[in-house]
C-alpha cells in the first residue's frame, strides 16, 4: 500500500476507494482500517479532507546507493542501520555510488526489511564518474555498458572517443549531460583502464567501483616523512625499557607490516606488544584525515591499500626483529584461563625473532625439525596451552566458534589465477588470536573502569525469534534430533547447538544460517557487550597499523597513562564531529572493505572458469535463496550460481520456512550440504556471473 501512495499516478483516496482498489472482502476491511490508523499513528501517512496520502513528514535517511546487475538497489545508511531495497522503478537517473536521501516507504514489523524511494542526490566528488565496458555501434554513438550494475539508461560517449573498436576495453567515464526525456545520460571517457580478458586490471576496477582512495598526497607523504625523521624515541619517565624482555612475531609468511608481538617471561607474566603508531601520526593533520577517511587498510590477493603509508607500516611501526619500537604493550597475569591482573605501558621493546604460522606450526607438530632457540621453542609451548585454555573457556561461556575454510587465490605477477587453496585455521593462528582477543578485552575494561571514552567493538544479542526458528530448520533437515531440548538463554542455545549439530556431515554448510541470524560487528562508543566472543567489554586494540579505531584507543591509552583528563573531540579529525559519528564512519568503510574482498575474490573465481566453461565438476549447495542455488565447485570452492529456471526445478516449489526446494511430486528436498554434478554454463566477468546447470544430485556418501 506505501508503494501505491509513493506512486508518481497515485491521487489520495478515501477509504472506500482503497477497498475497492485492493478488492478487499469485508470481512479483511476491518483490518485494513486497524493498519491504516497504525500507519497514521507513526506519521507514515495523513489523512487530509478524508483521503489518505504519504505523509509530508517522511521518514528519511541518508546513505550511498548500490544497483545491482538487475536493475533493482540498496541504500546503505550512514546511520549504519538495515539497508533499503530501492525498486527499479525509484532508480531512474540515479548512478552507483550515488550519496543519495531515501524516504522509507514500506518496513516489515521486525524492522529487518526495508523498502525505499530515493528523493535526491548529494553530489560528491567522484559520484560522476562510471565504470564500464564500450561498446561500438555499426551506426550511431559508441555507449558505455555498465560494470557490475544496470542502468535504466543509456550511456552513450561523446563522439570524440578516440578507442580502438577492435579490443573489448574497460574505461572509466564522467557523466557530462543527463536527459531524462529520452532516458539518456552522455558521458566523456577520462581513463582507459585495459582489455576485459586482462586480469592486471581486477584490482583497480575493484578500487574504483568501491570508490576506494588508493593513491596518498603529497602532503600526506611530507608529513610521513617528517615522522619518520624522529625516528624511534630513547626510555624516559614516560617510556619503559622492556628491550629484556623475548618478544617474537608471529604472522603470514608474506607479512611486511608486523604490528604486534608477543612473549612470556620467567614468571609466566604473559605481555603483548602493539606498535605505537598514535605517536607518529600527528592529530589533525593530513595523515591523521587520511587514515580517519580510509577507516582501515584494504586487502587483496597480491596487493594491500593500506591506512598508513608504507613508510610507516612497512617501517618505523614494523616490529622488526632485532630493531628498537616505540609500543604500546600489556603485562598479563593468569590463573589458568582466568585473568588475574593486567597492566597498560608506553615502552621501548625490541622483537627477538620473527616467526611464519608456518614455522610455529611445524615447531608445535615437529618440535625435532625446530630451527630456533630452545628459549623460543618452550615459551610457544606455553603461549599455546594457555591459548587452548583461553579458547576452551570463550566457548564454555557461550563464545561462539565459525571456523570456515577461507579460499586463498595464487597469482602470477601479471593477476593471472595459478589456482586455489584451503586455509584452516592451525594451532598458531589461534594462539596470536586468543591473545590479541584477550588484550583487546583486557584494555577496553581498563579505560572503561577509568571512565575513560572508548571505541568499542560491539556485537548485539541475536534475534531470539530467528534462532528458534532455525532450530526447527536444522530438526527438519535431521541435523538435530526431533526430541532436541530447547534451552531459555540464546547464548547456551548457540553453544548446544553448536555442540550436537557438529556431529552431522552437513553441520557446516547449515552454520551459514546461524551466522546470518546475528547482527554485524560494529564501532560505538557505547558501551556494549560483544555476543559472538561472551565479552561483556571489548574494544580493538591490537591493529593500529591497519585499523583507526585502534589508533583512537591507542590515543585513549596514552591519556589514561599520563592521567589527563580527556575531551572525545580531540582524539580524531574535527569534520567527524562527534565519536559516534566517527565509529559510524569507519563501521561503514569496513564494510567497504569486506565488499571489495569478496570482490576481487569472484572476479578471480570467475576468470579461473572461463576457459572451463562446458566442464562438469561436482559441486555443493552453500546458499538458497528463491531465484535459485548456489553452490561451491569442488576442488577450488569457487562459488556459482544455478537459476530455477532450469529443468532440474520442474516441480519444485522454494519453501523460505525451511531454506530448501521440495519437489511436489516425488517428495524430493533440496537444501543446504546436498551434493550435485553440474556443468559450467557461463564465467563472464561483465556481469560477474558464475553460472551452472545442475545435470543430478549425488548420493550422501
Known sequence: MLS???SRS????????LCTHFRLRPFEKKHFKSILRDLTKNSRIEKLNRKYQLSTEKQSLQGTLEITRQGFGFVVPKDGSKDVFIPQRFIRGYMHGDEVVVSIL?????????EGKIEKAIKKPGSDLILGLVRHRHRGPSFLEPLWQSSPYTIFLTKDSALQKNKKLIIQAKIIKKNDRNRSFLAKPIEVLGELSNGSIDNELVILHQNIDAQFSENVIEETKKSVERGVEEPNSKRVDLRHLPFVTIDGEDAKDFDDAVCMDQEGHVWVAVADVSDYVRLQGDLDQTAASRGNSYYFPDRVVPMLPELLSNDLCSLRPLEDRQAMVLKMSFDGSKLTSSKIYNA???SKARLSYDEVDQMLEQPQLCKRSTDIYEMIVKLRKLAEKLFSSRIANGGVDFDFHEVKTKLDQDGNVLGFSLRKRTASQNLIEELMLITNQSVAGILRKAKYPVVYRAHDTPDSEKLRSLVEVLKFHHILPEQWELPDDDRELIRKIQKDAKKSRKYEAFSTLLLRSMSQAHYTPEHKQHFALSFDTYAHFTSPIRRYADLINHRIAKAYLEKKPLDEHKLFPSSYGS?????????QQERIAQKAERSISKIKGIRWFQDKVGQEREAMVCGITSK???LEIDPEKIEGFASNAQIYFRSMHYDDRYYCYKNSRTGEVVSYGDRFKVKISMADILSMRLDLVLLN???DT
Open 10 to 17: 497515485y491521487r489520495p483516496k478515501s477509504f472506500k476507494d
Open 348 to 350: 621501548l621493546i625490541q
Open 4 to 6: 501505491l501512495l509513493a
Open 697 to 699: 544430485k549425488l548420493e
Open 106 to 114: 514500506s518496513e516489515s514489523h521486525d524492522g529487518k526489511k526495508r
Open 628 to 630: 535459485g542455488l548456489y
Open 579 to 587: 565519536l559516534q559519528n566517527l565509529s559510524l564512519h569507519i563501521s
